[in-house]
Antibody
Framework: QVQLQQWGAGLLKPSETLSLTCAVYGGSFSGYCWSWIRQPPGKGLEWIGE???????NYNPSLKSRVTISVDTSKNQFSLKLSSVTAADTAVYYCARGPGKLGRNYYYYMEVWGKGTTVTVSS | DIQLTQSPSSLSASVGDRVTITCRAS??????LAWYQQKPGKVPKLLIYAASTLQSGVPSRFSGSGSGTDFTLTISSLQPEDVATYYCQKYNSAPRTFGQGTKVEIK
């Protein structure tokens, strides 16, 4: 059973860079889409972005200028970097995996989720 | 970008009631819609994908329908363990936007 284990700094000051990593255990790394989602306190889910099986990335337009998602296939890990954080970036951050290829097509809903990392931005 | 609007934002129903949540897309997305359940303090869980396909292990009282712009999540007989916030998500193209959520409580 695939599991996603995530970690990263939980307390940041404004203007710093958020950096989170998600490691994949118990399953293949290749052939899937890897995503990041966040949830501010008391609010709904916000899709941050993804890196696909082919290595291409897509980002939420509202965050695109500050976000980078990358993979390290040698370690079965993928990462999120969000620069110039403010208090508005305070949230629980989740990593997630899509179902991969079903039939002839790839699909991009979130089938497996990490447990979440709470990130607080405060001076 | 395509927006998803869920209704209602919250509801309260009795155990055994039939509960329906609606998700409306601002443009057609075929059947590229998923539903997630998030219990208080927990990680979101995939319930339904392709608008109507039940994820493995999800109780059969959950069902989904719709195509194009209008979608529905139905709980046929509400149970106490169904207290949660439910989110729809489009995945036909990026950005893979979520709806704002519907909070379901027991009356």
């Amino acid at each position: 059973q695939v599991q996603l284990q995530q970690w990263g700094a939980g307390l940041l000051k404004p203007s710093e860079t958020l950096s989170l990593t998600c490691a994949v255990y118990g399953g293949s790394f290749s052939g899937y889409c890897w995503s990041w989602i966040r949830q501010p306190p008391g609010k709904g889910l916000e899709w941050i972005g993804e890196i696909s099986h082919s290595g291409s990335t897509n980002y939420n337009p509202s965050l695109k200028s500050r976000v980078t998602i990358s993979v390290d296939t040698s370690k079965n890990q993928f990462s999120l970097k969000l620069s110039s954080v403010t208090a508005a970036d305070t949230a629980v951050y989740y990593c997630a995996r899509g179902p991969g290829k079903l039939g002839r097509n790839y699909y991009y809903y979130m089938e497996v989720w990490g447990k979440g990392t709470t990130v607080t931005v405060s001076s | 970008d395509i927006q998803l609007t869920q209704s209602p934002s919250s509801l309260s129903a009795s155990v055994g009631d039939r509960v329906t949540i609606t998700c409306r897309a601002s443009q057609g997305i075929s059947n590229f819609l998923a539903w997630y359940q998030q219990k208080p303090g927990k990680v979101p869980k995939l319930l339904i994908y392709a608008a109507s396909t039940l994820q493995s292990g999800v109780p059969s009282r959950f069902s989904g329908s719709g195509s194009g712009t209008d979608f529905t999540l139905t709980i046929s007989s509400l149970q106490p363990e169904d207290v949660a916030t439910y989110y729809c998500q489009k995945y036909n193209s990026a950005p893979r936007t979520f709806g704002q959520g519907t909070k379901v409580e027991i009356k």
